[in-house]
Antibody
Framework: EVQLLESGGDLVQPGGSLRLSCVAS????????MTWVRQSPEKGLEWVAS????????HYADSVRGRFTVSRDNSQNAVFLQLNRLRGDDTALYFC???????????????WGQGTPVTVSS | DIQMTQSPSSLSASVGDTITITCRAS??????VSWYQKKSGKAPKLLIS???TLESGVPRRFRGGGSGTEFTFAITALQPEDVATYFC?????????FGGGTKVQIE
């Protein structure tokens, strides 16, 4: 089955850290750019970060650059998002998503996971 | 950053009606617009890419159009299962940005 499954979301205090994981199945993972998107009532849908198929290029939203790190392990069909120095406005449901075409960054996302919730609160 | 201004933010219509959503980009983005459907508790679903290309398996009552800065999304013959929030998104340049969403309900 073609799917993405996120995990790792949790309740964390401001300033804390989390590592989100997204495991893919049903497609040739190593060929596709992967992206993290988050959704909150305050900001709606917000692109967070993307990583190229071979991990040679990463891109970040200004709001998370320097605090979040995206990585991938193609041998495990997994993409990760390390969240450091978390703030209240990072509270959101975090989705991973796959680019529609192989080795493309500027592309729609044709497969999404169900999301993993991150709550930043003391 | 490219701003995507989506309207209306919500609408209510009857089964069988046609509804239209508009997305305006703050600069020319050619046809690099996609439309997504988000149902509560479900993963977002890509419905339309490149402004007007219907994704495989998506019912033909969903339509997209436009180019440059003005884009439209329509559902003809609205069905109960279409209750959801719909988002536009631009993939012309980083940072990728979304419209604020349109919540579609059945009267």
């Amino acid at each position: 089955e073609v799917q993405l499954l996120e995990s790792g979301g949790d309740l964390v205090q401001p300033g804390g850290s989390l590592r989100l994981s997204c495991v893919a199945s049903g497609f040739l993972f190593l060929d596709y750019t992967m992206t993290w998107v988050r959704q909150s009532p305050e900001k709606g849908l917000e692109w967070v970060a993307s990583i190229s198929h071979d991990a040679s290029r990463t891109h970040y939203a200004d709001s998370v650059r320097g605090r979040f790190t995206v990585s991938r392990d193609n041998s495990q069909n997994a993409v990760f998002l390390q969240l450091n120095r978390l703030r209240g406005d990072d509270t959101a449901l975090y989705f991973c998503a796959k680019s529609q075409l192989a080795r493309r960054l500027f592309d729609p996302w044709d497969l999404w996971g169900q999301g993993t919730p991150v709550t930043v609160s003391s | 950053d490219i701003q995507m201004t989506q309207s209306p933010s919500s609408l209510s219509a009857s089964v069988g009606d046609t509804i239209t959503i508009t997305c305006r980009a703050s600069q020319d983005i050619s046809n690099y617009v996609s439309w997504y459907q988000k149902k509560s508790g479900k993963a977002p679903k890509l419905l339309i890419s490149d402004a007007s290309t219907l994704e495989s398996g998506v019912p033909r009552r969903f339509r997209g159009g436009g180019s440059g800065t003005e884009f439209t999304f329509a559902i003809t013959a609205l069905q109960p299962e279409d209750v959801a929030t719909y988002f536009c998104q631009q993939s012309d340049s980083l940072p990728f940005t979304f419209g604020g969403g349109t919540k579609v309900q059945i009267e």
